[in-house]
């Protein structure tokens, strides 16, 4: 029995690393460019840093991005350092690995498009109330980040995206998605084989709840997550806990939780969490 479970581990394991390996390039990609084509001035204008703008630029650029909830890991911890506040950040990351142009067009063709539509829509919403919640009970303080030594165009400049990318892969970012893939290893210890055949079915009230808890210690790929959305909707399952797994399933993971108590401590955290599954429930 625990032969088959180690195994049945490894093995979940080693294809999520392989589904993930993509998105977690381009997530290093997208660090490195932020910290050497950009710098921490450019990053804030991005993002809207300080104005009205902020979460629905954070929510449209995390809708562009083609990274993952792992991938996302370490363009938050750039974020982070370039001074971006934290309801952004958190925005951005909660958005970035649920959709992208791929996953949404793969999306049309297993669900209606309205569904795909309001979905996004709801996206937009809870990162948006969830931000400006965490902004308003945390208000974020002025970071001054000085710009590393610029690269003039040329080979040297695209040399220098590949040193940052190889420094941020032996960093704490390659920890913190390891950490990600953790939550695998305990789904598949404490799930019950074809347990959720029948569990989330269309009308349990309790749908959306048991399917919180098993979404945020899983991974999703964007395209996973939407090809295990329109199978739900094919079979009947509840719409809300659909809406859990696409959100929580897609977006979160142990590694940015593990991330984000480090980087804001346990207060602002847990409160973020909080409001997170309220928004989410509700």
């Known amino acids: 029995m625990f032969e088959a479970v ?3 581990a490894v093995l979940r394991v080693s294809q999520s690393a392989a589904q993930a390996a993509p998105f977690i390039l ?3 990609i997208v660090a490195a460019v932020f910290r050497r084509w950009l710098g921490p001035k450019n990053v804030q204008k991005l993002f809207g840093t300080g104005s009205w703008r902020s979460l629905p630029q954070a929510w449209a650029i995390g809708m562009l991005l083609p990274v993952c909830s792992l991938g996302v890991i370490p363009v ?4 982070k350092r370039c001074g971006v506040s934290g309801g952004t950040i958190l925005a951005f990351g909660l958005t970035a690995p649920l959709f992208n142009p791929l996953s949404v067009l793969y999306g049309l063709t297993l669900s209606e498009p309205m569904t795909i539509f ?3 829509l709801c996206s937009l919403l809870v990162v948006t109330v969830i931000g400006l919640v965490f902004d308003r009970l945390f208000p974020p303080k002025e970071v001054i980040v000085e710009d590393e030594p610029s690269v003039p165009y040329g080979i040297k400049r695209i040399l220098a995206v590949c040193v940052s990318m190889g420094r941020e892969f032996w960093s704490w970012s390659t920890v913190y998605i390891l950490i990600g893939l953790s ?3 305990l789904l598949n210890v404490i799930l019950p084989k ?3 055949q029948t569990s989330v079915n269309g009308g349990d009230v309790w749908a959306p709840v048991l399917m919180t808890g098993v979404a945020i210690p899983a991974y999703a790929t964007p395209m996973l997550a939407m090809s295990q959305l329109g199978t739900m909707f094919q079979h009947g399952n509840s719409v809300g806990a659909a809406f859990a797994l696409l959100i929580l399933g897609a977006g979160l993971n142990f590694g940015i939780i593990a991330w984000m108590i480090v980087a804001y401590g346990w207060k602002r955290s847990v409160s973020w969490m ?4 309220a928004v989410v429930l509700g």
Do not use: N
Not at 274 to 277: D, Q
């Open 6 to 8: 180690s195994w049945g």
């Open 26 to 28: 381009t997530g290093f």
């Open 76 to 79: 938050m911890r750039e974020m």
């Open 194 to 196: 074809s347990s959720f």
């Open 118 to 120: 309001v979905f996004s």
């Open 274 to 277: 909080v409001i997170l599954l």
């Open 183 to 185: 939550g695998i290893v």
